[in-house]
């Protein structure tokens, strides 16, 4: 029985000592908290958004420039389209943050600018030149320029009337140019960066009728110079609207963190760390998958050895981002502040 009237110190001897086991279990929780940190509901949230934000940009960023080359790009349309994205960011995060502080409006804009990340990024992936002809090896050494045998689905492709003519065209002329094939028939071997190349090598080719006729490094596909300057226009296009509206997400969720943190923000980097270890492991399975991803459905001639279908980058990033979009309704904005009130009485003489 406990005396509540007793007085004096408290005796240890009366008290057992902890077991080792204890001090075991106990230093295996040190180590874990010290890693993940206390197990808490509302940073559990933010640690998985975290993982798949930036598990959904490791799944198709990473190899943007490799794709827009595929479709027969040149460095420069290349580096613009991945290049401006930090540019528009720079000048529309600050806005849409400002709005948000002054409107308390931060998880529906948060909400919306990952909405926008699908939006604007999926249809990238459907938007491509279309075939205006292929590179078909007739034997070891020698090439020739054939119209497309299936069009592509979704995808503008040239119409019957052209194709007829295309193909007159190709066929007059390798009889009465037979002749040159031997001289123009190998490939030419590609420097480094040189992307796409001229059909010049091609037995059956004319300058005045494919001089602005390209094909990329590893594709048997040929397109018009002036359906690519299309293509990339449009793709511009998207790149500047959607990262308008989708580059606040990542600055909104930061100040979310900081002020859920509180006088704990030195934490922070516990909870953004598992965004690159989404990264890591995004970028790891998928280019694995991508390795192996060679199928074409709509190919118009034939995939080529090195050709890679990104098909699969584009749905993995959607599907990340909508896990981190789901991931992000859990994730609360607290405003410390109140608006000052306008009936507040005048201060007295």
């Given at each position: ?40 509901q ?75 990340w ?9 938007i ?28 503008r ?65 040929v ?8 293509a990339f ?66 190919h ?50």
């Open positions: 029985m406990v005396d509540p009237e007793a007085e004096g110190e408290v005796d240890p001897n009366l008290y057992p000592q902890p077991k080792e086991s204890t001090h075991k279990i106990r230093g295996r929780y040190d180590i874990i908290e010290m890693i993940c940190g206390s197990v808490d509302e940073l559990l949230f933010v640690k998985t958004f975290y993982f798949f934000f930036y598990a959904a940009f490791g799944s198709l960023f990473p190899l943007m420039g490799v794709y827009f080359k595929q479709m027969g790009m040149n460095p420069g349309q290349c580096g613009l389209l991945i290049g401006i994205r930090p540019f528009v960011e720079f000048l529309s995060a600050p806005f849409w943050g400002s709005y948000a502080d002054r409107c308390k409006k931060g998880k529906i804009l948060l909400l919306a600018s990952l909405s926008c699908i939006l604007f990024t999926l249809p990238l992936g459907f491509q030149p279309p075939a205006t002809s292929c590179l078909e090896r007739r034997n070891a050494s020698d090439y020739e320029l054939k119209v497309p045998q299936v069009p592509r689905i979704l995808k492709s040239i119409t019957d009337s052209s194709a007829d003519e295309l193909e007159e065209s190709f066929g007059t002329f390798a009889k009465s140019q037979r002749f040159e094939r031997i001289t123009r028939s190998v490939r030419p071997y590609a420097e480094a960066g040189q992307s796409p190349l001229d059909v010049r090598y091609a037995s059956n080719y004319n300058a005045k009728i494919h001089g602005s006729w390209v094909s990329p490094l590893f594709s048997s596909i397109y018009r110079t002036e359906d690519i300057q299309k226009f449009l793709l511009i296009l998207l790149v500047i609207i959607g990262e308008f509206f989708a580059a606040p997400a990542i600055t909104l969720a930061d100040s979310a963190v900081i002020t859920i943190l509180g006088e704990e923000s030195d934490l922070y980097g516990r909870q953004r760390m598992f965004g690159s270890l989404g990264w890591g492991l995004a970028m790891f399975f998928v280019g694995i998958a991508l390795d192996h991803s060679t199928a074409f459905p709509d118009p001639c034939g995939p080529e050895k090195e050709e890679k279908n990104y098909t699969i980058c584009f749905a993995t990033f959607s599907v990340l981002m909508g896990a981190a979009l789901i991931t992000a309704t859990q994730i609360n904005f607290k405003y410390d502040y109140e608006e000052p009130s306008a009936t507040a009485e005048a201060p007295s003489d």
